[in-house]
């Protein structure tokens, strides 16, 4: 297999989370003025029941399946074997799911409530069973994933505004949401026959994978469910429109975590086998890359949600959702060591076997976002499970930092090193965000003139500052650029 590039991997897979950054923007401020807080409140405790029981089909299969078959990639028999064994456990998984849902929605009187959403919506938990995505990251095939997505991504958009006209059409937009999510993934796993045989064996060891699977799990589950389980918490505790308004804030920082995600599965493989080698150099290297990259992009999101938090939510959720604005500048330090958290959990926990360690960690931090939240839900609303979020994940981060630095990693030495300038860039463009909002008042006038003069201005301290990452990243474009108008 010819070896493919972590650049362009990267720049595949960031393409594609993209969209889950174009796409809402596009549609969002459509669906929040159609539904109002009530109704996007009713959709997004959907989503969050149904995102629990999601996690739990898939186990922990995917970040198991890309170390693991990372290793035997280029022998298709053992890979296929490999590959149908976890498959087998994903529909088991995903058999019990149901079962358990269907028993939830006879007996809890809001699970009943809301039956039809919650069933039409849970048609994502079984077809995430055929997605095989983790088979693509296993080999980087990251061009499909991505005109895949695409396509999808087109088609659902255009049905959003072609059928979804009230408030009346909360089933339709479930119905285009659900085949968004979930609807390409029957082409993934017609396609997956490229690199896996789907001829039954004679003999199947479901016994090996079930404890890393299940620590895995474990570790996806605490890390991913944070705000499915706000979600479904608030709505036990408080109303639909509460959910509503927390969830506009949740759902722009759910897209940036989603962005952000894309980068470890691009790097893990090739961690993995810097490790397997013993090749400590090369390792230490990737690494700082991907340090370099995560926070060349979040210290100034951070500050940009802080600072255009109310041009941010006015944009895309309207004046109606104005009470979103504070949660927002809350989750923005969430956002913040989430990604941290992810250097510490994802490009050195895991690629160094340490998945144990993950697994206690985010459980722990799970409980403590559980009791947190509930407790603060109670006395400050919504804004309680923004800071119960907050305090989790600031705590997964700094225990994080204390155990790799027993492995001679000291990420509060590391991040300054690799991140200062970025730093001082954010600062500069914080100055500027400031006396946006102070001279130009209209939210109009920030978006299109304060937003785009911060931006250029953090890039241009980068470039006075002659950071080697941001230029090489620059003058790599260019090159490409070049070779293609050559072309």
Not at 20 to 33: A, D, E, G, K, S
Not at 231 to 241: K, V
Request: proline share 2%; aromatic share 12%; with cysteine.
């Amino acid at each position: 297999m010819n070896k493919k590039s972590i650049t362009i991997n990267t720049l595949l897979n960031m393409v594609r989370m993209s969209l889950t950054i174009i796409v809402p923007l596009i549609t969002y401020p459509y669906i929040t003025r159609i539904f109002g807080a009530e109704g996007i409140g009713q959709y997004e405790w959907v989503k969050s029941v149904i995102s629990i029981f999601s996690l739990i089909a898939s186990m922990g299969i995917t970040t198991y399946a890309i170390r693991e078959g990372s290793k035997i990639r280029d022998d298709r028999t053992k890979f296929t074997q490999f590959a149908q064994e976890l498959f087998i456990l994903n529909l088991l998984s995903t058999v019990a799911c149901y079962i358990l849902l269907g028993g939830l929605i006879v007996t809890i009187p809001r699970f009943n409530t809301y039956k039809l959403y919650l069933l039409i919506y849970s048609v994502n938990i079984g077809l995430s069973a055929l997605s095989l995505d983790w088979v693509y990251g296993v080999y980087e095939d990251y061009f499909y994933i991505t005109v895949r997505q695409i396509i999808v991504q087109i088609l659902s958009v255009c049905g959003l505004f072609l059928l979804v006209k009230s408030e009346n059409d909360l089933i339709i937009y479930i119905i285009i949401t659900t085949i968004s999510n979930s609807g390409a993934n029957i082409f993934n796993f017609v396609r997956s026959r490229k690199y896996v045989n789907f001829k039954l064996l004679k003999h199947y060891n479901l016994t090996i994978h079930l404890l890393p699977v299940i620590i895995f799990f474990g570790t996806r589950f605490a890390m991913n469910a944070y705000n499915s389980l706000d979600t479904f918490i608030l709505g036990m505790l408080s109303t639909d429109q509460a959910v509503g308004y927390y969830n506009v804030a949740v759902k722009i920082n759910t897209i940036l975590v989603t962005f952000f995600s894309a980068m470890s599965p691009v790097y893990l493989p090739r961690m993995m086998k810097y490790i397997t080698v013993n090749d400590k150099t090369q390792y230490h290297t990737l690494l700082e890359k991907a340090i370099r990259l995560k926070t060349i992009l979040i210290y100034p999101m951070m500050c940009g949600l802080f600072c255009f938090a109310p041009q941010i939510i006015w944009l895309i959720a309207g004046d109606d959702f104005s009470n979103a604005v504070n949660t927002l500048r809350i989750l923005c330090f969430v956002l913040g060591f989430v990604i941290l958290s992810s250097i510490v959990q994802k490009d050195i926990m895991i690629p160094n076997g340490k998945e144990k360690t993950v697994f206690i960690l985010t459980i722990f931090a799970a409980l403590c976002n559980i009791i947190i939240s509930s407790l603060l839900i109670i006395f400050i609303d919504y804004n309680g499970a923004a800071w119960g979020s907050l305090l989790a994940e600031g705590m997964t981060f700094f225990i994080g930092v204390v155990i790799t630095k027993k492995e001679d990693i000291n990420l509060l030495q590391i991040i300054p090193r690799c991140s200062y300038k970025y730093m001082i860039a954010t600062i500069v463009m914080g100055g500027v965000c400031c006396a946006s909002n102070v001279l130009l008042k209209s939210n109009l006038k920030i978006i299109v003139i304060g937003i785009p003069s911060a931006v250029s201005l953090y890039a241009g301290t980068l470039f006075l500052l002659r950071d080697s990452f941001f230029c090489s990243g620059i003058k790599n474009i260019l090159v490409k650029l070049q070779q293609h108008k050559k072309c």
